[in-house]
């Protein structure tokens, strides 16, 4: 039977973490993408996720007022929490927030 040395669990846990910061940084950390269709009264509306990888509310308000530069309606909001299963046992307890808005 082989015995593989600390120094290889080191190397492993350096590669593992230099991945995981690679992959982050090519997420677009706190950036909402919002998702035009037609709004109710057939103008241009736009739906946004709110929450998750640094999005806020506010973020999706910013968002709004750019998309929308004459204004905008909230047609719809929502918000709860969400359950994610841990590895180690018990869950994680996230906020998850959207919202609808409808240009003026």
Known sequence: M???DAGFYKLLNVLVLCFGLTFLSSCKWGTV???AFKGPDGR??????CSGLGKT????????????PSGYDVI????GTIGIPQS???????PKEGMAIQCR
Do not use: D, H, W
């Open 44 to 49: 241009p509306a736009f739906v946004m996720r």
């Open 57 to 68: 509310i506010a973020l999706c308000y910013q968002k709004a007022s750019e998309v929308c």
């Open 76 to 79: 719809e909001r929502s918000s």
């Open 33 to 35: 993408n919002p998702q």
């Open 88 to 94: 180690g046992g018990g869950t994680l307890i996230a």
């Open 2 to 4: 082989r015995v593989i």
